[in-house]
Each structure stands twice: as structure tokens, then as C-alpha cells.
């Protein structure tokens, strides 16, 4: 079944501090996860992508993390800052053919100064 | 970056009546899709074209909606007749290739059906 679940829904924390975001799957088929941040009044723009066949990626402040077999994904954020307030999407889609992102419900991250 | 312009950016029309979306793409890119973001919730794709060829739709891709990108023009979402449950922020979208890659978003068109 495509679907995506994504928590939580919403999420404080303090500048400086840590985020963890995470995104669960069911499609087996699913190899291609992006994260994208989406700020009010703007469409979503693609923050970090890993493919299935990696377990990490970095960028910055920002880190991904794919765990095949539990078919979970996460998105951490260290040294977060107020200007990373936005909603975060986790995405997937399968290189089979069908080109669409299934997204998860979003969480609505601010961080508070 | 690379930018995605939608147009207009809101659109309010009586249900019933016939309404197109415009979209802009990023210049080089060959895949081009629409997705429906209702208030609160999670997006969701609608169609992907690709070619001058629609190549996949979802279930909400209804026989009212159509999409057509005429040669130099935008790339557009029709919706005739409009329903209330149309009214959603359509967001498109586009991208240079078709699998694993960045696809890159408009801020979207928030349409409401009174």
C-alpha cells in the first residue's frame, strides 16, 4: 500500500537544540526518500534526498537516515535555529516506472530563541 | 534557484464554471506534474506528463481535470465543471528526468469553489 506516515505532527524546540523528525513506509518498492521544508506562502523545496541503497546522508546541519528493513527514515537536525522554523515533508517514490512522490502529512517544526 | 511560476496565485470561481491553471516551468526540464494540497493535510499527486503525453494519474485526477503543455506555453491544469471539493492549493511541479531526482515546486494556486 503507498502511504507515508510521518511525526509528529508538530514540534518545539530551543535554538541550539536537536530535531528529529521521522517517516515510516509500507511499498517495499519505495527507493527514492526526499525531505522537503515548505515555509508559509512557498511551495516545498528539496532539503535531502538518500537513496535505499545508503544509510546516511549528510548535509550541513542536516542528516538523513534510512533503515531498510524497519522501513523507517528520519531527518535530524543539530544547532537548530529559528530561520529552520518551517513544515517538513518526508516524500517516497519508486524508480519503476512511476514518477510520483507519495508525502507524509508534514510536521510543523518551530524553534524557539 | 531554479524557479516554478504559478499563475495565478489565488483563484476564486463559482462552482460550475471552468477554471485553468498556469504553470511555468523550469526552463530545461521535461517532466512536469500537478499536485492537491488541501488545508492541514498532506500533498498529494495528481498527474505527471511527460512528452506531451499525460503518463500517470491518480484516483483524483478526475475525468473534469485535464493538463496540456501547447508548444512555448504553460503548462496548465483545466478544471470543467469545478466542484466545491476542488477548492485546494494545486501546486506544480517539474523535473529533468523522471526517477530519483529534484523535483522542483511553485508556490502554488489556492483555489476556492463558492
Known amino acids: 500500500q503507498q502511504q507515508v506516515r510521518q511525526s509528529p505532527q508538530s514540534l518545539t524546540v530551543w535554538e541550539g537544540g536537536t530535531t528529529v523528525l521521522t517517516c515510516s513506509y509500507e511499498?517495499?518498492?519505495?527507493?527514492?526518500f526526499p525531505w522537503y521544508q515548505q515555509f508559509p506562502g512557498e511551495g516545498p523545496a528539496l532539503l535531502i534526498s538518500?537513496?535505499?541503497?545508503?544509510d546516511k546522508k549528510e548535509d550541513g546541519r542536516f542528516t538523513t537516515f534510512f533503515n531498510k528493513r524497519e522501513k523507517k527514515l528520519s531527518l535530524h537536525i543539530i544547532d537548530s535555529q529559528p530561520g529552520d522554523s518551517a513544515t517538513y515533508f518526508c516524500a517516497a517514490s519508486a524508480s519503476s516506472g512511476s514518477w510520483q512522490l507519495i508525502f507524509g502529512s508534514g510536521t510543523q517544526l518551530t524553534v524557539m530563541p | 534557484g531554479p524557479k516554478v511560476l504559478q499563475i495565478p496565485s489565488h483563484q476564486i470561481i463559482d462552482m460550475g464554471q471552468m477554471v485553468t491553471l498556469n504553470c511555468d516551468p523550469v526552463?530545461?526540464?521535461?517532466?512536469f506534474y500537478w499536485y492537491k494540497q488541501i488545508l492541514g493535510q498532506q500533498m498529494e499527486f495528481l498527474v505527471n506528463?511527460?512528452?506531451?503525453?499525460?503518463?500517470?494519474k491518480s484516483k483524483l485526477f478526475k475525468d473534469q481535470f485535464s493538463v496540456e503543455r501547447p508548444d512555448g506555453s504553460y503548462f496548465t491544469l483545466k478544471i470543467q465543471p469545478t466542484a466545491l471539493e476542488d477548492s485546494a492549493v494545486y501546486f506544480c511541479?517539474?523535473?529533468?528526468?523522471?526517477?530519483?531526482?529534484?523535483?522542483?515546486f511553485g508556490k502554488g494556486t489556492r483555489l476556492t469553489v463558492v
Open positions: 538518500i537513496l535505499s541503497v545508503s
Open positions: 511499498d517495499s518498492t519505495f527507493n527514492y
Open positions: 506528463f511527460y512528452n506531451g503525453k499525460v503518463m500517470e
Open positions: 511541479a517539474s523535473s529533468w528526468e523522471g526517477d530519483n531526482t529534484e523535483v522542483f
Open positions: 526552463s530545461n526540464h521535461l517532466y
